[in-house]
């Protein structure tokens, strides 16, 4: 085959309207892949294919999958985690289970989190779990974007758990809480009797606290470490989104499967409450529009910075920064 036609095929093959019934049928894989390889283009013949195919998919996704942020420091476990919890859920439940990674640290390090297969081997062949590995990346801004349309396409796919995995990263964080319907955070055993340094803001997202490593000689250490991390979450103020005994801290042990089963069991518990008081729709409808208001502000921003005098007096002000250096982010919703 000529080169030009094989383009003009794979071109053809990433239309939203050839891609729409692949990935509404649940089992094509490929196309699922290729739609987010869409959604995290920069091309802009790719990015109006990508807003087309979300348009498409979303009327006719049938119910929500329960999405569930896990962050963590690296070396806690987070990937051991989502491997042995992925296959407990893909086996015993029977459940189709989708992971991502949001890594605004890869494109420093060029790495990604996910990158590493050797420690999700197991899950990656499984035919109901899907992974992807999150790309190099540079701003948390397209960050956000691309993830919240992957989330869309996973969903449209009919996967009934998407877990997102971050690390504690700056306003990673913050970004994966503001778009999954539980944040659980992971932390390893402390050493001493201290909080890990873990940030209050961090800890008042927290849906669920797991201590993993809860095994072997770390075993006790685990145990108070979940002691000292449940005293300190009795201590945040009430949420209404929580039912008595949430926000909780449990041990856990990725490696050897231990507590994951009761973890889940919370986790069904939090979000069945949620979906009966409601709390679960008014949550992604605050999200929805939280973003929403992220993406007018940001259009709008860009639009500005086109227009030369606006751009020579924002120069003159110092550029387009904040006072701490960073690019502007959206502030989060009010929970
Ligand atoms: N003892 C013990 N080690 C674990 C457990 N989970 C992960 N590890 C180890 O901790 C290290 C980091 O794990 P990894 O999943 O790569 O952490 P990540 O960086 O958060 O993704 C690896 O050597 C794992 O084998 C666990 O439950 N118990
Ligand atoms: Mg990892």
């Known amino acids: 085959m000529p080169d030009s036609n094989r383009s003009r095929d794979v071109a053809a093959a990433l239309t939203a309207e050839a891609l729409a019934p ?4 649940g089992g094509d894989r490929r196309a699922l892949a290729r739609a987010i390889t869409l959604v995290e283009s920069g091309r802009s013949d790719h990015r109006a294919q990508a807003i087309d195919l979300i348009a498409l998919l979303k009327p006719q996704t049938q119910r ?9 420091t690296p070396g806690v476990g987070k990937s051991t985690l989502i491997e042995s919890f992925g296959l407990m859920l893909t086996g015993q439940g029977g459940l189709r289970v989708a992971v991502l990674a949001v890594d605004p ?4 390090t060029g790495g990604s989190i996910l990158g590493d297969k050797t420690r999700m081997e197991r899950l990656s062949r499984d035919p109901l779990a899907f992974i992807r590995p999150s790309p190099s990346q540079t701003h948390l801004g397209g960050v956000a974007r691309r993830t919240r349309e992957a989330i869309a396409l996973v969903e449209a796919a009919g996967f009934d ?3 997102i995995e971050t690390v504690g990263v700056g306003q990673s ?7 999954t319907d539980l944040f659980i955070l992971l932390l390893a055993p402390a050493g001493g009797d201290e909080l890990q ?3 209050r803001g961090i800890m008042e997202m927290a849906d669920m606290i797991l201590v993993n490593k809860a095994d072997g000689d770390l075993k006790s250490a685990a145990m108070r470490t979940v002691a000292d991390y449940a005293g300190a979450l009795h201590l945040l103020r009430k949420r209404p989104q929580d039912p008595e005994g949430f926000p909780k801290a449990m041990p856990v042990s990725a490696l050897d499967g231990i507590g994951l089963m009761q973890a889940w069991e919370d986790m069904q518990r939090l979000a ?4 009966e008081q409601g709390h679960f729709t008014r949550r992604r409808a605050e999200q929805d529009r939280h973003w929403f208001e992220a993406e007018v502000r940001e259009g709008l921003l860009a639009r500005l910075t086109q227009d030369s005098q606006i751009r020579a ?4 002000l110092g550029g387009n920064q904040s006072p701490q250096g960073r690019p502007r982010q959206a502030p989060p919703p009010r929970r």
């Open 22 to 25: 692949k990935i509404l049928s």
């Open 64 to 72: 929500p999958a329960l999405r569930i942020g896990l962050s963590g």
């Open 105 to 108: 640290s890869s494109a420093r």
């Open 161 to 163: 758990v998407i877990l």
């Open 173 to 179: 964080e913050t970004l994966v809480a503001d778009m």
């Open 197 to 199: 340094g873990v940030k």
């Open 272 to 275: 069945g409450w949620r979906r």
């Open 313 to 316: 007096a924002m120069e003159a």
